[in-house]
């Protein structure tokens, strides 16, 4: 009994400290970014000069049409329909991809027959980051170049109990 009460207050600090780490390294990347001019870029993932598309019809939480095809948001899954969360995702990625994206391709260029891409607001902020920080998606674990940092994002994001998700 002593013993497993002394592992979970264990890992108990372990994951304040993995937090407080993240909070640290995030602040620097802000406070960064902040000194580097008049960034309109609000989230830590930016992506400014990525290419533009065309957003028809946004799909559920994670899948829009564009006038590239169907795009699947790289790095999140949200939730499906039927499920806790799904509307408000759904209703997010509506508002923060408005009529025009910013997209940056990741590892992998599809999906079946869906285009796969970070996706970005018209003047670049992640909206995958968005969608994680406010408790609407899931990192995925598999890859991606911003895999580490969307799910140190979600853990943070888990422990503080944001959004709908959590």
Known sequence: MRRSRRARRSRWLL?????????????????LLG??????????????????LRVSRVID????DSSAGRVRLFGVDTPERNERCYAEASRRLSRLAGKEVRVEAGPRSGDGDRLLFYVYTRNGESIEERLVQEGLAQAWTRDGQHRDFLVGLEQSTRLSGTGCLW
């Open 15 to 31: 994951t304040v400290l993995a937090v407080v780490v993240l909070v640290g390294v995030l602040q620097a990347r802000l406070d």
């Open 35 to 52: 000194r580097l001019g008049d960034q309109e870029c609000r989230t830590v993932l930016c992506c400014e000069e990525c290419p533009a």
């Open 61 to 64: 939480g994670d899948t829009f």
